[in-house]
């Protein structure tokens, strides 16, 4: 069937069936790469001032792994890590993965308002986290959200002593070896919550199988192999940091370098030359800004080759001088979404510079994409817009205990449909054109109206409230609240409404612009026109 659609000019691509798919866990993967390339360098914290060889990490994993245990987490159990970037949360990753525990990303930005509603949605039963990060007090947090949180046992503080405890006590091999004994590939191994459309999040629920091989896969059309040294910005909660990043470094001997906790472009590029980095990731936003640095000439990147660009589109001014004046000459386009673990379409390293600014690349290995009619689900011919779905091991286990939400994105056939429309070309090349839902991408991260404006309808003086996307030089895109106020009630402004907002919803999510109206733009049949207020968002903002 997939050979005849595209014999019939459909837009439908396969992906190759070489190398191989793993088969194995993380944990038996990583033993692998410790047996290949024990000495070699794994993890590099520059700010920590700390540094592994694979097989220094290996045994740091294990003994963090015997702590799990004796702190009574068994297969399957929820571990949830709320933190920035740094060698902690590494070495939870995999030490998760070694027991069968199902590890929870929890957003860094993320207030009490989410941090709640994840802890219980996801049964979390044990808490790891940093103390606190810029303006962010996760202990504080955690303190007062904690009582209302049934299943949280037990909330663990990096530098503290009952981190001591649990990552530096004895490694107990054989309990370890019997947890990791029982366990699958298609195990899920961890939950990545994405914005929900309908005012909460939804745990995209990941195996190894699933991130394991994506990760791998990535690395290996980065050509990646021990000798490569990954310099890693994003951040590990996302898939781009975690599986695009330490995965696809762990799965070929190459070293994963953490440059700061959070991103700072004179961070980044600091560590690409102190470390000798070969490969450095990014959005587009990141690689503006290290581009803008007053002093970029001054730093020697002459060790990069390659690197991956991925969250929104690239500007083909920003590629050609990311390729010119970063050396890297290889530098990859990617696209993808938690659902899928993430990447489902990559750049080559000999695509030309119009590919990589004009496409989010083909199909990658083991995968099918196809760009279907939205109404009858039917494939459209090449060169017609329609929604992109995908097929294959990356596909998500389904949204964590929430089987009606999972049916909705997986068909009965397991196509994951993304929500974004595209066109494919007679190459097998995508090209992303808009999305079929509201998803604002502001800085790489996705935001859900629907969830901002459930949260806005808190407000005592909000009657009403819907929210867009509008065009942001910085962001790509920023959030814009069009609001409808009680009888009687002040109006709200742009700043009351981000002091309504701060320490409750994520700094991402919080509204830039507010526009008060009597009545939203209605269809005939009552349905708010938000394309219209995108129009006008332009005229009002003076966009246009």
Same mark, same amino acid.
């Given at each position: 069937?997939?050979?005849?659609?595209?014999?019939?000019?459909?837009?439908?691509?396969?992906?190759?069936?070489?190398? *191989?798919?793993?088969?194995?866990?993380?944990?038996?993967?990583?033993?692998?790469?410790?047996?290949?390339?024990?000495?070699?360098?794994?993890?590099?914290?520059?700010?920590?001032?700390?540094?592994?060889?694979?097989?220094?990490?290996?045994?740091?994993?294990?003994?963090?792994?015997?702590?799990?245990?004796?702190?009574?987490?068994?297969?399957?159990?929820?571990?949830?890590?709320?933190? *920035?970037?740094?060698?902690?949360?590494?070495?939870?990753?995999?030490?998760?993965?070694?027991?069968?525990?199902?590890?929870?990303?929890?957003?860094?930005?993320?207030?009490?308002?989410?941090?709640?509603?994840?802890?219980?949605?996801?049964?979390?039963?044990?808490?790891?986290?940093?103390?606190?990060?810029?303006?962010?007090?996760?202990?504080?947090?955690?303190?007062?959200?904690? *009582?209302?949180?049934?299943?949280?046992?037990?909330?663990?503080?990096?530098?503290?002593?009952?981190?001591?405890?649990?990552?530096?006590?004895?490694?107990?091999?054989?309990?370890?070896?019997?947890?990791?004994?029982?366990?699958?590939?298609?195990?899920?191994?961890?939950?990545?919550?994405?914005?929900?459309?309908?005012?909460?999040?939804?745990?995209?629920?990941?195996?190894?199988?699933?991130?394991?091989?994506?990760?791998?896969?990535?690395?290996?059309?980065?050509?990646?192999?021990?000798?490569?040294?990954?310099?890693?910005?994003?951040?590990?909660?996302?898939?781009?940091?975690?599986?695009?990043?330490?995965?696809?470094?762990?799965?070929?001997?190459?070293?994963?370098?953490?440059?700061?906790?959070?991103?700072?472009?004179?961070?980044?590029?600091?560590?690409?030359?102190?470390?000798?980095?070969?490969?450095?990731?990014?959005? *587009?936003?990141?690689?503006?800004?290290?581009?803008?640095?007053?002093?970029?000439?001054?730093?020697?990147?002459?060790?990069?080759?390659?690197?991956?660009?991925?969250?929104?589109?690239?500007?083909?001014?920003?590629?050609?001088?990311?390729?010119?004046?970063?050396?890297?000459?290889?530098?990859?386009?990617?696209?993808?979404?938690?659902?899928?673990?993430?990447?489902?379409?990559?750049?080559?390293?000999?695509?030309?510079?119009?590919?990589?600014?004009?496409?989010?690349?083909?199909?990658?290995?083991?995968?099918?994409?196809?760009?279907?009619?939205?109404?009858?689900?039917?494939?459209?011919?090449?060169?017609?817009?329609?929604?992109?779905?995908?097929?294959?091991?990356?596909?998500?286990?389904?949204?964590?205990?929430?089987?009606?939400?999972?049916?909705?994105?997986?068909?009965?056939?397991?196509?994951?449909? &993304?929500?974004?429309?595209?066109?494919?070309?007679?190459?097998?090349?995508?090209?992303? &054109?808009?999305?079929?839902?509201?998803?604002?991408?502001?800085?790489?991260?996705?935001?859900?109206?629907?969830?901002?404006?459930?949260?806005?309808?808190?407000?005592?003086? %909000?009657?009403?409230?819907?929210? %867009?996307?509008?065009?942001?030089?910085?962001?790509?895109?920023?959030?814009?609240?069009?609001?409808?106020?009680?009888?009687?009630?002040?109006?709200?402004?742009?700043?009351?409404?981000?002091?309504?907002?701060?320490?409750?919803?994520?700094?991402?999510? %919080?509204?830039?612009?507010?526009?008060?109206?009597?009545?939203?733009?209605?269809?005939?049949?009552?349905?708010?026109?938000?394309?219209?207020?995108?129009?006008?968002?332009?005229?009002?903002?003076?966009?246009?």
């Amino acid at each position: 069937m997939s050979e005849q659609l595209a014999q019939e000019g459909l837009s439908y691509s396969r992906g190759p069936a070489e190398p *191989p798919l793993l088969t194995t866990t993380i944990g038996v993967n990583l033993a692998d790469t410790v047996a290949r390339y024990g000495e070699r360098e794994a993890l590099v914290d520059v700010p920590a001032g700390k540094r592994w060889t694979y097989r220094e990490f290996y045994t740091s994993v294990r003994r963090l792994a015997s702590g799990l245990l004796r702190a009574g987490i068994v297969t399957g159990d929820r571990v949830g890590v709320w933190s *920035p970037n740094r060698w902690e949360w590494s070495l939870l990753q995999y030490a998760t993965a070694e027991v069968g525990a199902v590890l929870v990303n929890i957003n860094p930005s993320y207030r009490v308002h989410e941090l709640e509603y994840v802890l219980n949605q996801a049964g979390i039963r044990m808490m790891v986290a940093a103390s606190s990060f810029k303006t962010s007090d996760y202990a504080g947090m955690l303190s007062e959200v904690a *009582p209302r949180c049934g299943a949280l046992e037990q909330v663990v503080l990096m530098d503290s002593p009952e981190w001591a405890e649990l990552a530096d006590g004895e490694l107990d091999e054989e309990a370890v070896a019997d947890a990791a004994a029982g366990l699958d590939a298609d195990d899920p191994i961890n939950i990545q919550y994405t914005s929900g459309t309908t005012g909460f999040p939804k745990g995209a629920t990941l195996s190894h199988r699933n991130i394991l091989n994506n990760g791998y896969l990535v690395g290996e059309l980065c050509h990646y192999s021990a000798l490569d040294r990954v310099c890693i910005p994003v951040p590990f909660y996302h898939c781009f940091g975690m599986v695009m990043g330490n995965l696809a470094c762990t799965t070929h001997g190459a070293t994963m370098v953490i440059p700061a906790q959070g991103f700072d472009p004179v961070s980044a590029l600091a560590a690409v030359q102190a470390e000798r980095c070969t490969s450095l990731y990014g959005v *587009p936003t990141m690689f503006i800004a290290e581009l803008a640095l007053p002093d970029f000439a001054d730093y020697d990147l002459s060790s990069l080759r390659t690197g991956i660009m991925a969250g929104s589109p690239c500007p083909a001014e920003v590629m050609r001088k990311v390729i010119g004046q970063m050396h890297m000459d290889e530098v990859a386009i990617a696209y993808g979404m938690t659902e899928t673990s993430p990447v489902s379409t990559q750049t080559r390293s000999d695509d030309s510079l119009e590919r990589r600014v004009s496409t989010v690349g083909r199909v990658g290995p083991h995968l099918e994409v196809k760009v279907v009619d939205p109404v009858t689900g039917e494939t459209v011919p090449l060169g017609q817009t329609g929604e992109l779905c995908t097929r294959g091991y990356s596909v998500m286990l389904g949204y964590w205990e929430e089987p009606s939400k999972t049916a909705e994105a997986i068909d009965s056939e397991a196509w994951m449909h &993304t929500g974004d429309l595209a066109v494919m070309d007679s190459d097998g090349y995508l090209m992303i &054109t808009g999305r079929i839902k509201d998803m604002v991408i502001r800085g790489g991260e996705n935001v859900y109206p629907r969830e901002i404006e459930e949260f806005l309808y808190t407000h005592p003086d %909000i009657l009403d409230a819907q929210v %867009i996307g509008v065009p942001d030089d910085r962001y790509g895109e920023e959030l814009m609240a069009w609001v409808r106020m009680c009888e009687g009630a002040t109006e709200v402004t742009a700043e009351s409404l981000r002091e309504f907002c701060a320490g409750k919803l994520a700094h991402f999510k %919080i509204p830039r612009y507010v526009h008060v109206v009597d009545e939203f733009p209605m269809t005939v049949t009552g349905k708010v026109r938000k394309v219209e207020m995108r129009e006008r968002a332009a005229e009002i903002l003076g966009f246009r």
